[in-house]
């Protein structure tokens, strides 16, 4: 029911950090430091993600410092990664990325189903705009308790007429709604409407039914 939800474009970092598919090792690894990420894209052509290297790329090296010059049972693509030396070697391809008009519930999804922390957002054919990462999707849990309260009335409570007697409280991100409904069966489509609001962090009821 909220008109306009939260996109990768409204929480995300403009200005990128990448690498090129020749960098080398260290230089990627200098570049995490400096820029305290996770994880860098790789760019191709005029600035087309072809791969994204990442801090677990990187430590595949120490990971088979052991073993390297030997044989070894383990996952032969991770001890691939082992003996790179730069960044078209180490990346992970293809590239895990977003759109920037992709809501930031979608850009949470992708994260947690590909387990990745840092998501390049291209756009149509591939070009690099930016980088959302998961402390940016948090962003959303920022807005003042007073501005989402008033998406609560505006957005849920202003379109569903027999809701005009609820009361709004927000405290830290929890929205409780007070008042009384004419109907029981309301009461999963309200707290479903009122969750869905950008920044609401938990919803509790305090209704009574006529």
Known sequence: MPESPYTVSD????????????????????????????AVPVLAGEG????????????????????????????PARRAKAGAVTAGELMSSPAVTVHADASVAEAARIMARRHVKRLPVVDAVGLLQGVVSRSDLLKVFLRPDGVI???????????LPVTESLTVRVSEGVVTL?????DR???????RAVRAVEGVVD????????
């Open 178 to 182: 007070g008042g009384s409904l004419p």
């Open 203 to 210: 919803v509790r009821l305090d209704l009574t039914h006529r």
């Open 48 to 75: 087309r993600v072809v791969g994204v290297v990442s801090e677990a790329d990187l430590l595949a090296k120490e990971e088979f410092r052991d073993d390297a010059d030997g044989p070894s049972e383990r996952d």
């Open 149 to 159: 309260a008033e998406d609560v009335r505006h957005q849920v409570l202003g379109r």
């Open 185 to 191: 069966s309301l009461v999963p489509v309200l707290a």
């Open 11 to 38: 929480v995300m970092t403009h200005t990128a950090v990448a690498v090129g598919s020749e960098a080398p090792f260290k230089e990627i690894v200098e570049l995490l430091d400096q820029w305290k990420v996770s």
